[in-house]
Every structure is written in structure tokens, then in C-alpha cells.
């Protein structure tokens, strides 16, 4: 017997509502990603001039992937945000999505995994990575990957429920690779690249404060936009750069730092990261 229409319109506009407010934040999300990719974009000549870095902006072209990712898992209100680094080449760099190899893509994203096969074929190593990039690939997977994982799985049961509970927003969207080493560099490494190549202290200087600066323009643009119940900080270079604005708006319950995963023991990183949370009442 079907409700009274009275009944069945308190029923469905609630829920109208939600889902309109879900593709609302979706929406303004994924401007916010690519707007923040746009820039970097710009300022990637200027990093690669004075460096002698190559430069690849994963968040431009990793952009396919990574909306179905965000459509496949939308984040629910409130989402928890983390910002690490810049993307990993055998992360990111592959898969247009942070902290995500091809193997924990394929073993943890299935509903995703499936969707990219019906689009673009399957996912397999080196997946997104442009032909530029792949002489300076060696291994198979991101040693982040591994940690972060773990995180979402032991939080959330598995890898697919927790990305709707928590987002991963990057301040720095570009790779680099210091090519005379081949090895994979970060904005920590950016200062004394900068004064070994333009050999002018001033000058290198003036670099990194720009990248501070659309790196602090970028994280506030993603907490603008998806409204977290806490942020995250990895590592030690993103707390000097976000820690003060962040806690200053936020407070300093609604920011953790933390150590950066590409090192770290990974039950260890991921059984403390969650138990933080907790602590403080996120989870």
C-alpha cells in the first residue's frame, strides 16, 4: 500500500537534499583540485628553470581517474583532510590519486578498478604515467601507499569506506625528479636546489616563498571547500608551511601532526595515526 503523498514528500525531499548538497560538495571539490592543478601548472617552468628538476603535474593529467574516484567514493560531511608532500612517482604519478599505487588500486578499489576497466582498459603498471616519466620508474609500488592503507582499512574496515570518510587534498600537485640521481624530489629539497642552480640567495628565496605561498593558497582552498572536522599534517615540511594558518582558523585540536609514511612502520604509523583521532574525538 503506498503512502499518503504528504508521507512520501517528507520522505524523498530530505534525501533530494542530501544528494544535492553531496554533488554541491563534490562539485566545488573538484574545481578546487583543478584549479589548484592550473596554477601549479603556470609555476612549474619557473621551479624547473631554477632547479633543473623534471617537472610532471599528475594533477592535470591524472585528472580522468581521479574524478571517477571521486564520484565512486563521495566524501561524506565533514570529511577528515590530510596534505602531504606532492605526489610519489609510483603513486599519484600513476593513478591520478593521492597516496594510491596500481596495486592497492587494483586490491582495494575494486568498484573503481572496475570502472576504470570499462573506460580506459586495464590498470597496469605504470598506469597514467606519461612516456617521460616511466625511464626514471624502478619499482612497483609506493612505499606510502602501503602505510596509508593500512590506515584506512584498520579505521574503516575497508579502503572503499574509509575514502568517503576522509580526503586526501595535495598543496603541491607536481612531481619532480632530480634527473643527474634520478631520485624523486620534494618542496623540502626546493631551497637548496634553488640556490645550487641560480646561485643567487635572494632569488632562491623569493622561489620558495611563491611555492609557500600557492601551497598555503591550495590547502585553505580545500578546507574552504569540503568544511573538515580536522586536518592532518604529514611530515615536517607541510607543518612548517599550513601548521600555523591551519591551527590559528581551526584550533589547535582540529590539526594533527604527524609523521610523514614513507618511512614509517606501517602498523605502527597507522595504529597511532587512527588512535590520535580518536583522542581527540574525530572518529
Not at 79 to 104: C, E
Not at 118 to 138: Q, V
Amino acid at each position: 500500500m503506498r503512502p499518503p503523498a504528504p508521507v512520501m514528500e517528507s520522505l524523498s525531499v530530505p534525501s533530494a537534499r542530501r544528494r544535492s548538497a553531496r554533488e554541491t560538495r563534490s562539485n566545488t571539490w573538484e574545481e578546487c583540485w583543478r584549479r589548484s592543478s592550473r596554477r601549479w601548472e603556470r609555476f612549474a617552468p619557473s621551479l624547473s628553470a631554477a632547479t633543473g628538476w623534471r617537472i610532471w603535474n599528475p594533477g592535470r593529467y591524472g585528472e580522468p581517474w581521479h574524478s571517477l574516484f571521486r564520484s565512486t567514493y563521495p566524501l561524506l560531511p565533514r570529511p577528515i583532510l590530510i596534505f602531504g608532500l606532492n605526489p610519489g612517482p609510483y603513486g599519484m604519478a600513476q593513478t591520478g590519486i593521492p597516496f594510491t599505487d596500481i596495486k592497492r588500486l587494483r586490491q582495494k578499489l575494486p568498484d573503481l578498478a572496475a570502472r576504470i576497466r570499462r573506460r580506459y582498459g586495464e590498470c597496469e603498471i605504470p598506469g597514467l604515467a606519461p612516456s617521460s616519466l616511466r625511464p626514471f620508474l624502478t619499482r612497483s609500488f609506493e612505499s606510502s601507499s602501503v602505510r596509508f592503507y593500512r590506515f584506512l582499512d584498520l579505521g574503516w574496515e575497508c579502503a572503499e569506506e574509509g575514502w568517503k570518510h576522509v580526503a586526501v587534498a595535495n598543496a603541491c600537485p607536481l612531481l619532480f625528479v632530480e634527473p643527474a640521481s634520478r631520485s624523486n624530489r620534494t618542496p623540502a629539497d626546493l631551497r637548496r636546489a634553488a640556490s645550487r642552480g641560480i646561485r643567487n640567495d635572494l632569488r632562491a628565496r623569493e622561489l620558495c616563498q611563491a611555492c609557500t605561498r600557492l601551497r598555503c593558497l591550495a590547502a585553505h582552498e580545500a578546507e574552504q571547500a569540503l568544511d573538515p572536522r580536522g586536518v592532518i599534517l604529514l611530515g615536517k615540511d607541510v607543518q612548517r608551511a599550513l601548521a600555523e594558518s591551519f591551527e590559528g582558523k581551526l584550533g589547535r585540536n582540529a590539526v594533527v601532526h604527524w609523521e610523514h609514511p614513507a618511512r614509517a612502520v606501517p602498523e605502527r604509523w597507522a595504529r597511532g595515526l587512527l588512535e590520535e583521532l580518536r583522542g581527540r574525538a574525530w572518529k
